[in-house]
């Protein structure tokens, strides 16, 4: 999906948190995802929040790590990330992480990262994951670690079989109008999450089964939680 849609799909939301199917609590997020990876991170190197958003969850890890950048290619989400969840240790910037000369201008910066990254993967297309991938690799350098929760396809069909069930789900359903959310999920590497890493050169430290935390609710009031994967992982030599 392009800047512009991302620019589209933010300029129209609310600006309160949780405005975002996805912008939930970091009491249900980042801070579940944080002792995930602490343990295999280097806490005196910045963190790279990819795919920033509103930088709810941004601004939270920012408690855990010396600098923090809240990366994100729709200006939309960058100007409501700055303007919600400030902080002093944290810029918000919109980066095409896709762009090379981006990609090296935050290396000349930042030198190795650790890197920070939810549901990204799935909206891209298979070429353009791979050059994520690369990307990845080079903000990591050789002491950084990512740490990835992605949509895989049995994310895809949890979501079209609550929808063709009738499930009154507002966020969910308006995303499915508007990016085919639920029917045309396109899968990590049909949902071999670690596979996909590996083959890219990757050395995965850990993975798991791991809910998405929403901010929908169902009809019976509880938070909407989908299943998706996590992995942890650092760059190899090879990259």
């Known amino acids: 999906m392009t800047g512009a849609a991302w620019d589209a799909f933010w300029s129209t939301l609310p600006a309160e948190p949780g405005a975002a199917l996805w912008d939930s609590s970091p009491l249900l997020t980042a801070a579940r995802h944080l002792p995930l990876f602490r343990g295999h991170a280097d806490p005196s190197l910045p963190l790279v ?9 941004t601004q939270w890890l920012a408690r855990h790590f010396p600098e923090v950048v809240g990366l994100d290619i729709a200006e939309a989400a960058v100007e409501l990330a700055a303007a919600s969840h400030a902080a002093p240790n944290v810029a918000y910037r919109r980066a095409d992480l896709l762009d090379q000369d ?76 508007h990016f085919d959310f639920g029917t045309r999920i396109a899968p990590a590497d049909d949902g071999r999450l670690r596979l996909l890493f590996e083959g890219s050169g990757f050395d995965v430290v850990a993975d798991g089964d791991i809910a998405l935390h929403t901010t929908e609710r169902t009809s019976g009031g509880h938070p909407l939680e989908l299943p998706t994967r996590y992995l942890v992982a650092r760059a190899s030599a090879r990259l």
């Open 49 to 57: 929040d990819i795919g920033c958003g509103s930088g709810r969850q």
């Open 102 to 177: 981006t990609v090296a201008a935050l290396r000349a910066e930042f030198g190795d990262v650790n890197v920070y990254m939810r549901g990204v993967l799935h909206q891209l297309a298979p070429d353009d994951r791979a050059r994520m991938l690369t990307t990845i690799g080079l903000l990591l350098g050789r002491a950084g670690v990512l740490f990835a929760q992605e949509l895989t396809e049995r994310t895809g069909w949890y979501v079209a079989e609550l929808l063709a069930g009738g499930a009154q789900l507002p966020k969910t359903a308006g995303l499915a109008a």
